[in-house]
């Protein structure tokens, strides 16, 4: 019998030591939210133990927020130390509390933030603070705008803030505060979108994310580019900025339209091939561009009377900086005229829309497929024989046409300066 009580005093001794070793608690407590987005604000945290004597503690801000300046009070109390408050030296007793206000560069993104406490006693031992109250409410969110904008590129080059300059002047994106401030601290990662709706193209893009660096997003070489030229006259291509990865979804800005070519020239005088170099455009501006478009891309419904097209499924869009004159050379190969629907008859004229009327009085078509004539629609008609005397200012006309000596055949003759498109 003496042998069983002992055991049950022995079995009770943890029992007591369990009951008496209670978590030692402190509670802390961050005021002065909400706040708005990607600005310096200040804040006050409290804290008080629930026994023992706090000596120290180490509060951490959320993920890419900064700590700014010195707090109040200063050291040698508290102090900020890489980026994190740090009390030391406290001594404060159960029944006491201790309060630091301070400034910080609050997050970009709305929401509940989080901060990390970690405080310990006069013997180096955690608090738990399972009652403390870490959270800062943020009002809204940053945004994004274009430092820079997109100009014209050549298809798959790289699109800069430059008409067809694909080395420099690269295209910028920064982050923005609600008082249209840089926020220089706050690193996202940027992307874009093709904007979407009436006049804009869609096609192939390019642009891996880039992150912010000082607060601005660069787009260099490889980042950003379109692999699919648009139709000049009615469309236009915009890119939607925005955030990607961690902070998705904050508001982007739209970029101004620009237009995705097949080749281009910015020499004075200068000229480009397309269409496989079958045709040679050659200006006398600063600035010449030309694509070659399916039919089903430019949306343009381009129709001469008695033409049966010899490339029925595209269109051919040029375009320039001033109102001179483009020459054109257009081959038509032995190959070509044999698969169309013409089927080797050797006339060819050019079909060829216009803004206007032009010279010739063009009549207006239903160009853009809406079922009526409209504003956005263009004057419509075959290119006639240029006259002897000055052909240019005729524009659009043929000066003549000869054969290739394989069975192909050569079309010379001018079309007016701007961006019309046309068909052969």
Same mark, same amino acid.
């Given at each position: 019998?003496?042998?069983?009580?002992?055991?049950?005093?022995?079995a009770?001794?943890p029992?007591?030591?369990?009951?008496?070793?209670?978590t030692?608690?402190?509670?802390g407590?961050?005021?002065?939210?909400?706040v708005?987005?990607?600005?310096?604000?200040?804040?006050?945290?409290?804290?008080?133990?629930?026994s023992?004597?706090?000596?120290?503690?180490?509060?951490?801000?959320?993920?890419?927020?900064?700590?700014?300046?010195?707090?109040?009070?200063?050291a040698?109390?508290?102090?900020? %130390? =890489?980026?994190? !408050?740090? #009390?030391?030296?406290?001594?404060? @007793?159960?029944?006491?509390? $201790?309060?630091? &206000?301070?400034? /910080?560069?609050?997050?970009?993104?709305?929401?509940?933030?989080?901060?990390?406490?970690?405080?310990?006693?006069?013997?180096?031992?955690?608090?738990?603070?399972?009652?403390?109250?870490?959270?800062?409410?943020?009002t809204?969110?940053?945004?994004?705008a274009?430092?820079?904008?997109?100009?014209?590129?050549?298809?798959?080059?790289?699109?800069?803030?430059t008409?067809?300059?694909?080395t420099?002047?690269?295209v910028?994106?920064?982050?923005?505060?609600?008082?249209a401030q840089?926020?220089?601290?706050?690193?996202?990662? %940027? =992307?874009?979108? !093709?904007? #979407?709706?009436?006049?804009?193209? @869609?096609?192939?893009?390019? $642009?891996?994310? &880039?992150?912010? /660096?000082?607060?601005?997003?660069?787009?260099?070489?490889?980042?950003?580019?379109?692999?699919?030229?648009?139709?000049?006259q009615?469309?236009?291509?915009?890119?939607?900025?925005?955030?990607?990865?961690?902070?998705?979804?904050?508001?982007?800005?739209?970029?101004?339209?620009?237009?995705?070519?097949?080749?281009?020239?910015v020499?004075?005088g200068?000229?480009?091939?397309?269409?496989?170099?079958?045709?040679?455009?050659?200006?006398?501006?600063?600035l010449?561009?030309?694509?070659?478009?399916?039919?089903?891309?430019?949306?343009?419904?381009?129709v001469?009377?008695?033409?049966?097209l010899?490339?029925s499924?595209e269109?051919?869009?040029?375009?320039?900086?001033?109102?001179g004159?483009?020459?054109?050379?257009?081959?038509?190969?032995?190959?070509?005229?044999?698969?169309a629907?013409?089927?080797?008859?050797?006339?060819?004229?050019w079909?060829?829309?216009?803004?206007?009327?032009?010279?010739?009085?063009?009549?207006?078509?239903?160009?853009?497929?809406?079922?009526?004539?409209?504003?956005g629609?263009?004057?419509?008609?075959?290119?006639?024989?240029?006259?002897?005397?000055?052909?240019?200012?005729s524009?659009?006309?043929?000066?003549?046409?000869?054969?290739?000596?394989?069975?192909?055949?050569?079309?010379?003759?001018?079309?007016?300066?701007?961006?019309?498109?046309?068909?052969?």
């Amino acid at each position: 019998m003496p042998l069983l009580l002992a055991a049950a005093l022995i079995a009770s001794i943890p029992l007591a030591n369990t009951a008496s070793a209670a978590t030692a608690t402190v509670t802390g407590n961050i005021s002065g939210d909400p706040v708005a987005p990607g600005q310096e604000q200040t804040l006050s945290f409290s804290i008080s133990p629930s026994s023992r004597t706090l000596q120290s503690f180490v509060l951490t801000p959320p993920a890419n927020w900064q700590l700014a300046g010195s707090p109040t009070p200063g050291a040698p109390n508290f102090t900020v %130390v =890489g980026n994190t !408050l740090v #009390a030391s030296n406290l001594s404060v @007793s159960s029944s006491g509390s $201790a309060t630091v &206000q301070f400034n /910080v560069k609050t997050g970009c993104k709305s929401g509940p933030w989080d901060w990390q406490l970690a405080a310990k006693d006069s013997q180096g031992r955690l608090y738990g603070n399972d009652g403390s109250d870490l959270t800062t409410q943020v009002t809204s969110d940053c945004s994004l705008a274009f430092a820079n904008q997109p100009e014209d590129a050549l298809k798959t080059k790289l699109i800069t803030g430059t008409d067809f300059v694909d080395t420099t002047d690269f295209v910028t994106v920064e982050l923005l505060n609600g008082a249209a401030q840089r926020v220089d601290y706050f690193p996202v990662a %940027v =992307g874009f979108d !093709l904007a #979407a709706g009436t006049g804009l193209a @869609s096609g192939a893009l390019t $642009a891996p994310a &880039q992150t912010t /660096v000082d607060g601005v997003a660069t787009f260099g070489a490889g980042t950003l580019s379109i692999a699919t030229p648009n139709e000049p006259q009615f469309t236009d291509y915009k890119l939607k900025a925005k955030t990607v990865g961690t902070y998705a979804e904050l508001p982007g800005a739209t970029s101004v339209g620009f237009d995705i070519w097949e080749a281009a020239c910015v020499v004075q005088g200068c000229s480009v091939t397309n269409h496989g170099n079958r045709d040679t455009y050659t200006g006398v501006d600063s600035l010449l561009t030309a694509s070659t478009l399916a039919t089903s891309t430019a949306n343009l419904n381009l129709v001469c009377p008695d033409q049966i097209l010899i490339y029925s499924n595209e269109v051919f869009v040029y375009g320039t900086d001033g109102t001179g004159a483009v020459f054109l050379r257009s081959h038509v190969t032995r190959q070509d005229m044999k698969a169309a629907t013409n089927n080797g008859q050797a006339h060819v004229t050019w079909c060829v829309g216009l803004k206007g009327p032009g010279v010739w009085g063009f009549a207006q078509q239903d160009t853009n497929s809406s079922g009526g004539i409209d504003a956005g629609d263009l004057y419509v008609g075959t290119a006639p024989a240029c006259p002897s005397k000055d052909p240019a200012a005729s524009a659009p006309c043929i000066t003549r046409q000869y054969g290739d000596g394989t069975g192909g055949s050569w079309t010379e003759g001018y079309l007016p300066g701007g961006d019309p498109p046309r068909r052969t």
